[in-house]
């Protein structure tokens, strides 16, 4: 397998993360955006590990996965904490960020 | 101990007074009036040691301290005080207490927070009358703008926020630019030969008249417009009857008593000797809208119908004249420009004091609602005539002094190089008695209102605290009016050393550095 | 003795104090009237103390200056600083006007106790009073222009606030609009155009002081003697002090304010507006006489002004009817004379006029006071006419008046105006013209003085005997009338002319004064001529027309008056409107400068103008921020696609590159 390959999966899937969270309206599937769009970069570090042999990507990628794991329950927690308020997660409805 | 950090004790005095104040319930009125008064009482027996501790002789600056502040930038706590600046402190100390037991009554809401604005407000205006380095001076300089803005937003008028946020965007547009060239002025004196960037006036006096005349010509204009919005000079003056008429009492009395010499206080101290050049090219021009505001003021005084505006408008008459006299460059213009600003401020804080205890009385301001007043309050008529006539300057009270001074230094001043400057300002004097007698006319004479009310009021004569207040202002105005002699000699080195300096800069006395490299 | 000239002008200082701090409290009409005529009296002694020891000197010591202390400096120690001091200069001319003043101010003071007599502002009428003697002193004491010019505002001062003395009352205009006004606008009034005179002081002040780098009257008046004459800077200067002396002593055109200044007490108007204060501009100008002679030109100007003035305000006199009213342009008139006097460089008979002058219309004033207080404050003669019988010292005292001011000998107006006149025809700088200008002026003033004699004192009683009871006034009021009647008679022979055996002992006790001005201008002693005898035959003999024109028009043939009013209705009505004098300066000064300031000034430039663009500034800011901020919508996910898309514009733009 080249390195191409691995590089082109996860421009794929960083492009599929990004427009999810551009295009979709639910928080959830957003929120899901994102975690992929860590994980593609997780694959790129990851290939170019294996194609270096340097392990400091490898170890990276540890990072990624442990600060994902506590922001995955920060927002989940921030998604809850919305829906509470505003009985919905619906990113269109929630635009008080404004003028 | 004391004796060296006298200067530094003055300033910062008031503070211990907000920090009493932080420990008062707010509900105890009583203690927070006196806290208030008592600390800016002892501000004041502090300014007197000050003036009594200093000597008229000595041309340099005086209770200097110095201290590095923030090494990277060579910038230094450094504040020290002349003749000019010693007179505007003990001005500044001396109005503090009387403007806060004038209006001992008149303020009922957040008391204490109000007290604290004053306090923090006088801190800010010693500090800029006593700075020696331009950083610090920006400092006090912003320092004192907020309070005052606070002042005016919360314990003023019906408009009081249109003309809190006036005067504050008036204000900061020009004190931004003065910031700039502040910066510009420390980069050039680190392309001196062997200097570096530094904010000393002391150090700076030597740089900036050697700078080249287009460059002192950008810096001299950011100085002025900032200065020039503080005095106020036509016509950036507008900002100046609303923040009256609105600010309370105790807020105009500081604002006409202090606030507006600052303006010309950073005229002498920083304009002319920094920029000599540069004010040389600018006079007819400044001197001109001096003129302008001296009669303009004036005229516009005179069609006033509300008493407080009319003495706003009036502040811009008497200000165009300390301007006159100070780009006059003569020892009569400069001495008469510094002895009106104390003039001023003495007759015009008495003013809206007087103003401020018919308003408590009558809770109106209009001109029209009031007429026989003398015989309602006798004593109340027979100060404010005595303040009138120190207005309008009549020989043997403070004004005249003053007056006189700026209109001769104007009229055989060679920087001027023409008498129809001192022409039309002396038309000032005769508009000045049209508009303040008028008024008196209109408010004290004449028969008494048919049902014996003033807006709705029934209005008794000054009370004993009242007299208390404007007795020793009275003694000033007449002090000054028959022996200024106690003020001019004081000035004395201040405007002798700047005129000379200013000849000497005429004639080309400093070698310039020509190139300069352009920011 | 001279050295305690400050003392004369100490003690009117200290009833001043005295009556002003603690006045309201005493509620002793005695003690305050004591005290405030008192105070004047002290100062008169020591002033007469310090004549009488001048006497026995040689003119060449009869001058001393008495400093005090440094006024205004600006103590810079270069060789151009300012240094002004309260000094008192005792010299001749200063001492006979302190005698003047002290002399009749005590007089009206202690008339004063009767006339206000149960005023309820009894005591602030004598620290009026004092504060008044006191800067009239210091007027014409001072050493230096610049004390000269406190006294000359202070008096200004004591006018305004003595013509306001009853704020709340008021008085008849009269002119084209009869009307009343409050007492008030009249003493603004004066204090106004005596301001605009204290400009032209103010200007002509700093051109002395730039010119001859003093303010002091020796180092002027010394630096002055070595100029030559008829400089451009010496007509300026004394034209600026003239317009000064215009303003104080009510010449054209600034006249208007002293006939409205009426409407204050009456001893005001015979201290203030009669014998003191007004002819305080004469005065400046003989004391000033060597920058004057400087500047031929203005004394040219200066005698014309004169003698249209005292022909202007003579004619006026004719036709009014308030007893005030015509003593008030009679006034204005005299000082016209002065005037002329100065401009034709007889500056020693202008002084000895305002000598004759302040006992004669001093008299006349208190003397229309007694009446006024006998008629309950009526004022119009028209109301008035056989009160001589009711009142017979106020009657003679008022005749003796009379027959001073219309000059006839040997009365003490006779002398000073017969001099005036002579100077004015033979005087290198009077004229013909001028002359006869002076004596149509004298018949004028003759006539009017006995129509206000005749219709006030004599023919049928014209008033309400109802309600009005005339009784002679009470005698802290008379004596001071027979005085000033018993000076008025005799107040001339001390300036008796050589002409007439007499040694004119006023002029040469001046002539140290105004001697280096007329050696400038050559001015010669003159001899007795024939033509003297003629001129002074002639003058009285139109005075004696005058005085029997009066009796024949308002005595006799009463019906006479009201046919000529008819018949010169247009001319009347121009002299009882007094030139439409106010008329003008209302629509020319006073209406546009109100008009300008409220609504180009104030309401255009101020508010429409720069406010205008201020507030157009913040609107514009928040304009365009209002519609900048619609970006701001406030869906997080368009915040993050315009940043996606930012992103991908840099990277192809990294790459492009």
């Known amino acids: 397998m080249e390195l191409q390959t691995y590089l082109l999966l996860s421009a794929v899937t960083f492009i599929i993360g990004v427009v999810g969270v551009l295009a979709r309206r639910n928080a959830i599937i957003v929120f899901m955006s994102i975690e992929l769009m860590l994980n593609s970069v997780n694959l790129t ?51 008080i960020l404004k003028w | 101990m004391l004796t060296s950090n006298i200067l530094s004790l ?115 205006m010693v500090g800029v009358f006593a700075a020696l380095d331009l950083f610090l001076f920006y400092i006090f300089w912003e320092a004192m703008l907020i309070p005052m803005y606070f002042i005016i937003g919360i314990w003023g008028g019906q408009e009081r926020i249109y003309a809190a946020v006036k005067f504050f965007l008036f204000t900061l547009f020009g004190s931004l630019l003065m910031l700039v060239a502040i910066l510009a002025l420390g980069y050039y004196a680190s392309t001196m030969p062997g200097g570096m960037f530094t904010t000393d006036l002391l150090a700076l006096y030597d740089v900036g008249p050697r700078l080249a005349l287009s460059v002192q010509t950008w810096m001299f204009l950011a100085f002025a417009l900032s200065f020039a919005i503080k005095v106020p000079l036509f016509p950036l003056h507008t900002w100046l009857p609303d923040a009256h008429v609105q600010a309370p009492t105790a807020g105009s009395v500081i604002l006409a008593g202090v606030l ?162 001192t022409v039309f300002a002396a038309t000032g004097v005769i508009f000045a008695a049209v508009y303040m007698l008028w008024m008196y006319q209109r408010v004290m004479l004449g028969p008494v209102r048919s049902d014996g009310l003033y807006g709705g009021h029934k209005v008794s004569d000054l009370t004993r605290r009242e007299i208390v207040v404007l007795v020793p202002i009275v003694l000033f105005v007449v002090w000054i009016g028959v022996y200024p002699n106690t003020l001019l000699s004081k000035t004395a080195p201040v405007a002798k050393q700047l005129v000379q300096s200013m000849e000497s800069a005429r004639q080309g006395g400093h070698t310039r550095v020509a190139d300069v490299p352009q920011p | 003795m001279f050295s305690l000239a400050p003392a004369i002008v100490l003690f009117p200082l200290l009833g001043f104090l005295f009556l002003g701090l603690f006045g309201s409290r005493l509620n002793n009409e005695r003690l305050i009237g004591i005290v405030g005529s008192g105070t004047v009296g002290l100062s008169f002694l020591v002033a007469t103390a310090i004549f009488i020891e001048m006497l026995g000197l040689p003119p060449e010591q009869r001058k001393e200056i008495v400093q005090l202390f440094a006024w205004i400096g600006t103590f810079t120690g270069t060789s151009t600083s300012l240094s002004v001091s309260v000094g008192y200069q005792i010299d001749q001319l200063s001492i006979l006007m302190t005698l003047i003043v002290t002399g009749v101010g005590f007089l009206i003071h202690v008339y004063s106790i009767g006339y206000m007599h149960g005023d309820p502002g009894f005591w602030r009428f004598f620290t009026y009073l004092n504060l008044f003697i006191f800067a009239m002193l210091n007027l014409v004491l001072a050493d230096n222009f610049l004390l000269m010019f406190l006294g000359w505002e202070g008096v200004g001062l004591c006018s305004y606030l003595l013509i306001g003395f009853w704020y709340d009352r008021k008085f008849e205009t009269g002119g084209y609009k009869p009307g009343t006004a409050y007492t008030g606008d009249a003493a603004k009034k004066a204090f106004i155009i005596n301001r605009i005179g204290d400009f032209g002081f103010l200007l002509g002040m700093f051109l002395i002081y730039v010119q001859f780098e003093s303010l002091n009257f020796d180092t002027v008046f010394g630096r002055a003697a070595v100029v030559n004459v008829g400089g451009e800077v010496m007509t300026w200067m004394t034209l600026l002090l003239f ?40 005065y400046m100008v003989a004391r000033c006489s060597i920058l004057f002679a400087l500047a031929p030109t203005t004394l040219q100007i200066i005698a014309v002004i004169g003698a249209l003035t005292a022909i202007m305000a003579a004619t006026i006199g004719l036709v009014q009817n308030d007893i005030k009213k015509v003593l008030a342009y009679s006034t204005v008139s005299q000082l016209g004379y002065m005037f002329l006097a100065m401009g034709v460089a007889a500056f020693g008979a202008g002084i000895f006029h305002v000598t004759t002058h ?154 140290p004064i105004f001697a280096p001005a007329l050696s400038k201008l050559r001015v010669m002693p003159h001899h007795v001529e024939v033509t003297e005898y003629i001129l002074m035959v002639l003058s009285v003999g139109i005075a004696l027309a005058g005085i029997y024109g009066a009796r024949l028009v308002y005595l006799r043939r009463q019906e006479l008056s009201a046919l000529w009013q008819q018949k010169y209705a247009r001319i009347y009505n121009i002299l009882w409107n007094k030139y439409y004098l106010d008329e003008v300066y209302d629509a020319l000064f006073v209406r546009p400068t109100l008009r300008l300031s409220n609504s180009l000034l104030w309401k255009g430039v101020d508010v429409a103008v720069i406010d205008w663009m201020v507030n157009g500034t913040a609107t514009a800011v928040a304009w365009c921020a209002f519609w900048v901020r619609r970006v701001q919508t406030g869906v997080a996910q368009m915040y993050a696609t315009v940043l996606v898309g930012g992103i991908v514009v840099i990277l192809f733009w990294l790459m492009i590159k």
């Open chain 3, 243 to 282: 317009i000064g002396a215009t303003g104080k002593s009510a010449q054209i055109p600034l006249f208007v304010w002293l006939p409205d200044a009426m409407a204050g007490p009456t001893p005001v108007s015979a201290l203030i507006h009669a014998a003191t204060m007004v002819t305080a501009g004469v």
């Open chain 3, 358 to 511: 302040a006992f004669f219309k001093a008299l006349l004033f208190l003397g229309s006071g007694a009446v006024i207080h006998a008629m309950h404050e009526e004022q119009d003669i028209q109301k008035m006419g056989g009160l001589k019988k009711y009142m017979p010292t106020t009657y003679k005292t008022f005749l003796i008046g009379a027959i001073a001011i219309a000059g006839i000998p040997p009365f003490a107006g006779f002398f000073s105006k017969d001099e005036i006149l002579w100077k004015a025809f033979s005087s290198d700088y009077g004229s013909v013209l001028l002359w006869a200008i002076g004596v149509l002026g004298a018949g004028i003033t003759a006539f009017y003085m006995f129509r206000l004699t005749i219709l006030t004192f004599e023919g049928e009683e014209r008033f309400d005997h109802r309600h009005i009871h005339p009784h002679e006034a009470p005698r802290t009021m008379t004596i001071p009338l027979i005085v000033l009647a018993g000076l008025s008679i005799v107040g001339g022979f001390i300036g008796i002319p050589q002409s007439l055996m007499g040694g004119n002992a006023l002029e040469q006790w001046l002539e």
């Open chain 1, 45 to 95: 570090l990851v290939a170019f590990s294996a194609y270096l042999g340097d392990v400091t990507g490898q170890m990276l990628v540890f990072f990624v996965m442990t600060v994902a794991a506590a922001e995955a329950a920060i927002g989940l927690a921030i998604i809850i904490a919305l829906f509470r308020n505003k009985q919905t997660v619906n990113l269109d409805d929630i635009n």
């Open chain 2, 10 to 124: 003055t300033i910062f005095f008031p503070l211990v007074g907000v920090g009493a104040l932080l420990a008062v319930k707010k509900d105890s009125v009583t203690a927070i009036k006196w806290i208030g008064f008592g600390t800016s009482l002892l501000t004041f027996l502090l300014s007197l040691a000050l003036y009594f501790g200093f000597d008229p002789s000595v041309t340099e600056f005086q209770f200097r301290e110095k201290a590095m502040w923030i090494e990277q930038l060579n910038i230094s706590y450094f504040v020290g005080i002349d003749g000019l600046s010693l007179l505007l402190i003990v001005l500044t100390t001396f109005l503090t207490p009387l403007a806060l037991l004038g209006t001992w009554d008149s303020i009922s809401h957040r008391l204490k927070e109000y007290m604290m604005m004053m306090l923090v407000l006088e801190v800010g």
């Open chain 2, 260 to 421: 507006l010499k600052m303006g010309t206080y950073g005229l002498i101290r920083f304009c002319l000797p920094l920029f000599p050049d540069a004010s040389f090219k600018f006079t007819p021009l400044l001197s001109v809208l001096a003129v302008i505001g001296i009669i303009y003021g004036a005229l516009v005084a005179m069609v006033q119908t509300d008493i407080k505006k009319l003495v706003a408008y009036s502040s811009v008459s008497h200000l165009g004249f300390v301007v006159l006299g100070t780009f006059a460059m003569t020892e009569e213009g400069i001495q008469g420009a510094i002895i009106q600003m104390v003039n001023h401020g003495l007759s015009t804080g008495a003013l809206f004091l007087l103003v401020g205890m018919i308003y408590d009385r009558a809770h109106t301001r209009m001109i029209s609602d009031f007429g026989g007043l003398a015989k309602v309050m006798p004593v109340y008529a027979t100060f404010f005539m005595i303040i009138t006539l120190s207005s309008i300057g009549l020989p043997g009270l403070n004004g005249f002094v003053g007056e006189f001074l700026i209109l001769l230094g104007s009229f055989k001043s060679g920087f001027l190089a023409s008498y129809w400057y």
